[in-house]
């Protein structure tokens, strides 16, 4: 990696955690600046605009939530086993990125303002519900999950309901929404299983 290149790394991982935390408008380029060292022509030569560091920040945030709440695929583990640890990683691992969640805040944060920031928490968004989907899929196809299961459905429903928990969890400093969530999305995980062979 050139020093270039790891200068502009070194700003999007000091910048990430600022926009994860305060979101595009509530962080400031002054912000950026204090945090990083660098005057504004030190963090322009890197980026083009505000919303092209935030854009790089947010898929930064992302790439480390997902590590380290997305076990890596173990064709050895049923696909109702890699749920079940899917919803515990989610829930006893929190996001790397001081702020929580990259999804969660910077849906809410761009929602209405940045169509930049929106395009990027729906992609991220399709590609966790893609990959639920798909070790859903494999279940099915292997007889351990119900035929009559709606994968995307199902997907939907987990990832709204550990969202929402962590929304809750955060607003009450306390881990009790995200425990009760895993109770219920286990629940729902033995409804859908199919009885081993």
């Known amino acids: 990696m050139s020093k270039g290149e790891v200068t502009r790394q070194r700003i999007i991982e000091l910048a990430a955690p600022l926009f994860n935390q305060r979101g595009f408008e509530g962080c400031s380029m002054q912000d950026i600046l204090e945090a990083t060292g660098l ?82 928490v729906w992609e991220g968004l399709k590609s966790w519900r893609s990959r639920i989907s798909q070790i859903v899929r494999e279940g099915i196809s292997h007889k351990e999950i119900r035929r009559d299961v709606e994968p995307r459905a199902l997907a939907n429903t987990i990832i709204a309901t550990l969202e929402g928990a962590l929304m809750i969890s955060r607003l009450e400093s306390s881990k009790s929404a995200l425990n009760d969530a895993r109770a219920s999305l286990q629940e729902l995980i033995e409804r859908v299983a199919l009885p081993a062979n």
């Open 39 to 120: 005057k504004k022509g030190g963090i322009y030569r890197h980026f083009s605009s505000k919303e092209g560091l935030a854009a790089d920040a947010f898929r930064f945030s992302l790439s480390q939530a997902v590590k380290i709440r997305m076990p890596p695929p173990d064709p050895s583990r049923t696909a109702v086993e890699r749920l079940r640890e899917m919803i515990d990683h989610f829930v006893e691992k929190p996001s790397p990125i001081p702020g929580g969640c990259p999804i969660l805040n910077t849906a809410i944060d761009a929602d209405d303002g940045n169509p930049v920031l929106r395009e990027l």
